[in-house]
């Protein structure tokens, strides 16, 4: 039986290689490993293989976690992202537990997230969630409006924009895979260009991560690979945890 600390020396390998073969630095993608409907123990067995930022779908149950390993003590260094979506009923807990959100996509969720950011934290750092596939049922800012909501929230205290996140429709080839990335590559790179400070591009989950780091990506978000496969679903979480995961 493989261990959660061979799992990251898999994923870790799949990355320097996918690096290796799209001629990139390996140090310039990082690993989130999704702990989502896994505990606070599954996290403490990363932490001990090396594993520093983690990311979590539902608020509530993220924000036990956090609470729950700060009270330990034992795991020094952890790093969390909420990556799920976000409704405006959510941003409270998400700004005063977490360092990074992933899935902004209103101006509304921007402005309360800084409101509600703790005077004493460091700024929250943001990443805007964009439809690059234009998915009906998906989350996300569209393409044509994303210029004007990064310009929004890149002017917003208590948050630092650092990029773009997606999560498109699962596409059945390595080439299919990285055109429908490299879409949000030319947004992140447009951004960019207009003079917002970015540096995050936030694509690949376990079955796609080679072609988001040939498309570009700076972070890739693997749970099942990292974890294995999710044994139990979590509870009813309300209509601000139902929805599309985050990473897989």
Request: proline residues 6%; aromatic residues 4%.
């Amino acid at each position: 039986m493989t261990t959660i600390g061979d799992n990251l020396y898999s994923v870790s390998t799949r990355l320097q290689q996918a690096c290796a073969r799209a001629g990139r630095e390996a140090s310039g993608v990082r690993l989130l490993a999704v702990s989502k409907t896994f505990d606070a123990d599954a996290v403490r067995l990363a932490w001990q293989a090396g594993q520093r930022a983690f990311g979590e779908n539902y608020v509530q149950e993220g924000v036990a976690k956090i609470e729950a390993l700060a009270a330990d003590g034992d795991c020094p260094g952890l790093e969390w992202h909420c990556i799920g979506p976000l409704q405006s009923n959510k941003t409270r807990p998400v700004a005063e537990h977490f360092d990074w959100v992933h899935s902004v996509d209103r101006l509304k969720v921007a402005e309360r997230l800084s409101a509600q950011r703790p005077s004493g934290l460091a700024p929250l750092q943001v990443c805007l969630q964009v439809n690059v596939d234009g998915g009906a049922n998906k989350a996300g800012v569209t393409p044509d409006e994303l210029p004007a909501l990064a310009e929004a929230v890149a002017r917003l205290p208590g948050l630092r924009l650092r990029g773009l996140m997606c999560i498109p429709e699962p596409a059945p080839d390595f080439d299919s895979q990285r055109a429908v990335f490299l879409r949000a590559r030319v947004l992140f790179d447009d951004l960019r260009a207009k003079g917002l400070d970015l540096d995050t591009l936030s694509m690949g989950m376990s079955d796609d991560l080679e072609a988001a780091v040939a498309a570009g990506s700076t972070l890739v978000r693997v749970g099942r690979a990292v974890f294995g496969h999710r044994e139990r679903k979590p509870g009813p979480a309300g209509p601000a945890d139902a929805t599309t995961a985050a990473a897989a």
